[in-house]
């Protein structure tokens, strides 16, 4: 399973462009002090708004700010809220649906109502007010709440999961044993998961991402930590569009795709790991072969054509 | 032909059963394989298939799960599904009788589509994942009707469509509902009712009974055979019950990896079944007239259709093996009454595996049942996967 | 999670069989009064939703640090340079805090005086009433919510359908990986790539706005004024468009791919019906399902995308209203647009359940 999901192309370039977020994220803010000597709050006056040189690998803001070292500062503060949001999200899913998907009942009730309940809350406008309301989100605010309303489908995927691993033949047979159900959900059920999960924690990381970048830009997150979505914000404040600084607003927004891409891409991996029916490995075979065959039928019904003319 | 009323239809196809005994090929099958395309690379569900099925006929085909059973069935219409491919072989069709035969595995979806549901129609295992949920019973026997036979007005069709519904017994008004309003019994006989709207030659029926309880079972085969009588046209019946083929076929095929292994009159395979594994299989599914007596099940699992033995794919399971069976694969003979693909029947001695004495069977190889995963299942499974 | 994305989720299952087992098909019978019964169901559940919603908007300014209701009346002396009327301030103690006063009474107030769609007044442009700014911002967000929702469906759910009915070809192998990109590219970032290119760089289109202005006041009976209308949100509509169309083409075509190997689709083929009636009466229109209800569901939440591109683009509505309340601290426009979203999202979603009752005659028990 694993070795065909890490087989397909889509999958290792995804993991490619994530696994190079992820080393920036770590080496972004040592390479910036040690190797550029540059801090994002160090105003070079010589150069306002220089496009990329020697100097400045990106450019420079239209206050003298490294573009390269914004990058770099910003992508720790991406990959940490998505990280954060998808830890979050997933351990509300986990939690609520194994609790409901287990115990059954009113409890489940309660909970499937809560459920839908969070499901139809527009997270970003909760997200919205509360940051406008605090006057600041950093990135662990702005995972907590994406976090906690981003839930709602896995957690009803996973009841539904529980609920049928419930009565699967061993945990029924663990449970005749002794065990006791959380040790059973624990260490059997848990693992069962993965199928709704991974996709989730996927999609959490790029909707984690996303929001705190368009908070950022509508200037509601932090104004300080230096993020993509500041980036954009100061670029468009700053009128870099009408002076046409693109080095300035290009290189985030490609970051914040580029990360959309990889998820999405592993995504589209999982699912056909998952159902057959969806790969493209095998799309494509089957092409080919239909391919092959139209053409021999069609050279047979010509030759045999040219024997009736002969 | 606008409305069919009983008289009639009995009499234009009247001819066909009493003509039986010349016995006209309706659908000739050479050589036909059909192939599985995987990521692990192709696997062929069907090898060599060889058969001929004649008008009125009723042909019977059975095997464990994984035989390739169904995807034969499938592929006699040029019905499977992707992955399934029909890879080689050809499928004539004697459109009408005297005419020159057409090849359906040469022909194009587009030239498909004239033969389909004409000629040839389907009723597939479970009627419930058949009907479209969202269209209305009448809509779905409408459409077809309407499409082969273009002069047809609507209320002529709908018309139609009653009274095929009245042939297995549900009142017309049910025209209007949604499959889910029908009962399950209900929904089978409306999809048999749904393959006989275009008068077809051959209905194909891939265990049309199994999703139903016992007693519907029996019903519905009632109802078959009686409509099978009284409009003529040939049947070819999947199942795994090989007792139940034996009570309605006239000729039996017997799968086993992909292969035919045994093909007979079902006389020939009652009395006398050739092949170990057909033996094996009259043992686990006595028929219902024979005395009460002890069941015995083939040891053993089906072939990895991905990594069948050089031998006869059966020999791992065989209780009669020799040791030829395990190096070479035996050729589909002609017999009396039949043919046979066993080293221990040959035209000379075609009971030759009858009286063989039995060997306890060895070590089973390759019948881990997790390693096992032949190309059918794995259809069904990405058709399982899918539905969810 | 969106809609499409739950369907994602279901298919990706590792055991769906089993999975299968504890979702109910609808083989049950359902008559008329189940489905009126199913939309009461998901009505008394939206109400409940509506009625949280406005108990969070309540008490959430209440828990904040600071004091907002005192703040507010700080910024509007501090603006005006007068003492706001005796009834502005309970308004403000109402709806953000007055620590003398009961909470059941507060809330109260605030639940009856939201009902009556008073918003109180904004700060920004005190003395006018929120409601009234909103509702001249109101129709032009949705004006680009519905629009540029229903043009990215239905280019997402035709290219969808083409692409899932004969997978893995040229056009599924070009179209698939540049939507993969597409659909990751942040709306509001786009917008200003379009803007700088467009509008800065080469003046072909006007980079904010929703009419030109030299026109004079809006007069909808004025083709002139309505060319204009469109005109201006070309820049706004495309950029919503391209970063939308793909999930609906996504899910589509992973719906269309499954649909084709169920069993009524492959008898649908058996009968030899035209192949375009096999996709479109079969395959398609059951395919369809949950991007119908994902349509309507997604207007709702398509306002988060709106709102970013409208600010991109100063268009009227309230996205560009919410980002200016947000830079003046402007609490009573910001709660209102929050209600209008939730509002909204409650309402598009109510429309889908309604929808899919009409669609699928099996109404599933959700």
């Not at chain 2, 009652?270 to 002890?294: D, K």
């Amino acid at each position: 399973m694993l070795k065909r999901f890490l087989s397909l192309g889509k999958v290792q370039v995804g993991l490619v462009i994530l696994g190079v977020f992820v080393l920036v994220a770590i080496i972004g803010e040592p390479f910036s002090t040690l190797v550029l000597h540059l801090g994002p709050y160090d105003y070079d006056h010589s150069a306002l708004g220089q496009p990329p040189s020697a100097r400045h690998l990106l450019g420079t803001t239209s206050t003298g700010q490294d573009v390269l070292v914004w990058l770099l500062y910003g992508t720790r503060n991406s990959i940490l809220v998505g990280l954060g949001s998808a830890v979050v999200g997933i351990a509300c899913t986990v939690l609520v649906g194994l609790t409901g998907g287990f115990i059954g009942g009113w409890t489940d009730r309660v909970l499937n109502a809560v459920t839908l309940i969070f499901q139809n809350v527009p997270s970003f406008a909760v997200l919205f007010i509360v940051a406008g309301f605090l006057g600041n989100a950093n990135w662990i605010m702005v995972s907590l709440i994406i976090g906690f309303f981003e839930w709602p489908g896995g957690a009803r995927a996973v009841r539904a999961q529980a609920m049928s691993l419930r009565g699967r033949d061993f945990a029924t047979a663990l449970r005749t044993v002794g065990e006791s159900r959380w040790r059973i959900v624990l260490s059997e059920v848990l693992p069962h998961l993965s199928g709704v999960v991974s996709p989730m924690f996927l999609r959490l990381i790029a909707a984690g991402i996303g929001q705190q970048a368009a908070i950022a830009f509508l200037g509601i997150g932090s104004a300080t930590d230096p993020s993509w979505g500041l980036m954009i914000s100061y670029a468009t404040n700053q009128n870099a569009l009408f002076n046409g600084l693109w080095w300035w607003f290009v290189p985030p927004g490609l970051c914040l795709a580029l990360i959309g891409l990889s998820t999405t891409m592993l995504n589209f991996g999982l699912d056909e790991v998952s159902n057959p029916t969806l790969s493209t490995k095998r799309m494509r075979l089957m092409n080919a072969f239909l391919k092959s065959q139209a053409r021999v039928r069609a050279s047979q019904k010509t030759s045999a054509r040219g024997e009736v003319a002969a | 032909m606008t409305t069919m009323t009983e008289a009639e239809s009995t009499e234009s196809r009247s001819e066909t059963p009493h003509e039986a005994p010349t016995r006209r090929p309706l659908l000739e099958v050479r050589g036909l394989c059909v192939d599985y395309i995987t990521e692990r690379g192709n696997v062929r569900a069907c090898d060599d298939i060889t058969l001929t099925l004649h008008r009125g006929e009723i042909l019977g085909i059975a095997g464990e799960s994984a035989s390739g059973k169904s995807t034969l069935l499938a592929a006699l219409g040029r019905l499977q599904r992707p992955p399934a491919v029909t890879s080689a072989g050809s499928v004539l069709l004697h459109h009408e009788i005297g005419s020159a035969a057409v090849d359906l595995a040469q022909l194009s979806e587009n030239e498909l589509a004239a033969y389909r549901w004409v000629d040839i129609s389907i009723v597939m295992q479970s009627a419930m994942a058949c009907l479209n949920p969202v269209m209305r019973l009448g809509s779905q026997f409408t459409d077809v009707i309407r499409e082969h036979m273009p002069a047809v007005g609507k209320g002529e069709a709908r018309e139609r469509a009653a009274e095929l519904l009245q042939m297995v017994g549900i009142p017309s008004h049910r025209l209007d509902a949604y499959p889910h309003e029908l009962s399950g019994g209900m929904q089978q006989r409306a999809l048999i009712a749904l393959s006989l709207a275009c008068e077809p030659q051959l209905v194909l029926m891939d265990e049309p009974t199994t999703a139903v309880d016992v007693v519907m079972q029996r019903q519905i085969l009632t109802q078959i055979l009686r409509l099978q009588e009284r409009l003529g046209f040939a049947i070819a019946f999947v199942t795994h019950d090989l007792s139940l083929l034996l009570e309605i076929s006239d000729q039996i095929a017997i799968m086993y990896g992909g292969k035919i292994v045994e093909i007979g009159t079902a006389e020939q395979l009652y009395r006398a079944p050739r092949h170990p594994y057909t033996q094996g299989l009259r043992q686990a599914f006595p028929p219902l007239s024979e005395p009460v007596r002890r069941l015995s099940g083939i040891p053993g699992s089906p072939p990895d259709l991905l990594n069948l033995p050089r031998g006869c794919a059966f020999a791992p399971r065989c209780p009669k093996r020799i040791a030829r069976c395990d190096t070479e694969l035996p050729p589909l003979l002609e017999v009396p009454g039949g043919k046979v693909a066993c080293h221990l029947s040959t035209p000379e001695n075609p009971n030759g595996a009858i009286g063989a004495t039995a060997h306890t069977p060895q070590e089973q190889e390759g019948s881990d049942g997790y390693e096992v995963m032949a190309a059918e299942e794995l259809a069904h499974d990405v058709k399982e996967g899918d539905a969810a | 999670m969106s809609a499409p994305n739950t369907a994602v989720l279901y298919a990706g299952a590792p055991e769906p069989g089993a999975a299968r087992a504890s979702v109910p098909r609808g083989r049950r019978t359902r008559r008329n009064g189940g489905n009126l019964a199913y939309l009461g169901k998901r009505l008394a559940t939206y109400a409940v939703i509506a009625f949280v919603s406005l108990f969070a908007s309540f008490i959430l300014p209440r828990l904040v640090p600071g004091n907002p209701a005192e703040q507010m009346i700080q910024q509007i002396i501090a603006q005006t340079h007068a003492q706001p009327s005796p009834y502005v301030r309970q308004q403000i103690y109402d709806r953000y805090g007055d620590p003398h006063q009961n909470l059941f009474v507060a809330f109260f107030n605030y639940l009856v005086q939201t009902l009556h769609g008073d918003f109180g007044r904004s700060i920004q442009y005190y003395p006018l009433p929120v409601s009234s700014i909103i509702s001249q911002a109101l129709p032009w967000t949705l004006y680009l919510a519905l629009v540029s929702t229903i043009i990215g469906w239905l280019i997402g759910t035709y290219l969808g359908a083409r692409l899932g009915w004969k997978p893995g070809r040229r056009l599924d192998s070009i179209l698939t990986p540049f939507s993969m990109f597409f659909s990751s590219i942040p709306a509001f970032w786009l917008g200003l790539l379009l803007v700088w290119y467009v509008s800065y760089k080469n003046g072909w289109m006007p980079n904010e706005g929703a009419y030109n202005e030299a026109l004079g006041k809006p007069d909808i009976f004025n083709p002139i004024f309505l060319l204009s209308v469109v005109w201006y949100s070309v820049l706004p509509m495309v950029t919503l468009v391209i970063v939308g169309f793909s999930n609906w083409m996504f899910t589509m075509r992973n719906m269309m791919i499954t649909t084709v190997n169920e069993d009524y689709v492959q008898l649908a083929r058996a009968k030899g019906l035209r192949p375009a009636a096999v996709r479109n009466h079969y395959a398609a229109r059951n395919a369809l399902l949950p991007n119908f209800t994902g349509l309507a569901q997604s207007i709702g939440g398509s306002l988060t995308a709106v709102i970013l591109a409208e600010s991109v683009f100063i268009y009227p509505g309230i996205g560009t209203l919410l980002s200016q309340a947000q830079g003046t601290r402007d609490y009573p426009v910001m709660q209102a647009v929050m209600l209008m979203i939730i509002a909204f999202t409650l309402v598009f979603n109510f429309l889908a359940d309604s929808v899919y009752v009409l669609l699928d005659p099996r109404t599933k028990e959700l």
